[in-house]
């Protein structure tokens, strides 16, 4: 997708803090953490969100929750994280691409709003 800010970070177009890629995947530091830790998973093909999954990309999905827990103990996040995925405006999804937050560094309460 020509607009899609995360579409263009996979592609290189836009600079990002790179923690993590590979041929599917891509996990960068969030411009505005709400943790001492907080990296995004993207897959690099454009899904809107989890509604968009469809049942060809169980695998790819499958592999994000894998990833994840790699690029926490690689950064040092360790075992207290929480992943996130927001799913619509309601929910507060502001980049319509289906991307995990990995929060940590510090306690994180519940609920978290």
């Given at each position: 997708?020509?607009?899609?800010?995360?579409?263009?970070?996979?592609?290189?177009?836009?600079?990002?803090?790179?923690?993590?890629?590979?041929?599917?995947?891509?996990?960068?530091?969030?411009?505005?953490?709400?943790?001492?830790?907080?990296?995004?998973?993207?897959?690099?093909?454009?899904?809107?969100?989890?509604?968009?999954?469809?049942?060809?990309d169980?695998?790819?999905?499958?592999?994000m929750?894998?990833?994840?827990?790699?690029?926490?103990?690689?950064?040092?996040?360790?075992?207290?994280?929480?992943?996130?995925?927001?799913?619509?405006?309601?929910?507060?999804?502001?980049?319509?691409?289906?991307?995990?937050?990995?929060?940590?560094?510090?306690p994180?309460?519940?609920?978290?709003?």
């Amino acid at each position: 997708m020509t607009d899609c800010l995360f579409c263009k970070i996979a592609a290189g177009e836009i600079p990002a803090e790179i923690v993590f890629e590979d041929n599917d995947l891509m996990a960068f530091r969030d411009i505005a953490p709400v943790a001492p830790q907080h990296i995004l998973i993207i897959p690099k093909k454009h899904l809107d969100g989890p509604s968009s999954i469809t049942a060809g990309d169980e695998a790819l999905i499958g592999k994000m929750m894998r990833v994840a827990g790699e690029v926490a103990a690689a950064n040092g996040i360790g075992n207290a994280y929480r992943l996130v995925l927001s799913n619509g405006k309601d929910a507060g999804q502001l980049i319509f691409h289906i991307h995990m937050h990995i929060i940590g560094g510090r306690p994180l309460h519940w609920p978290p709003g």
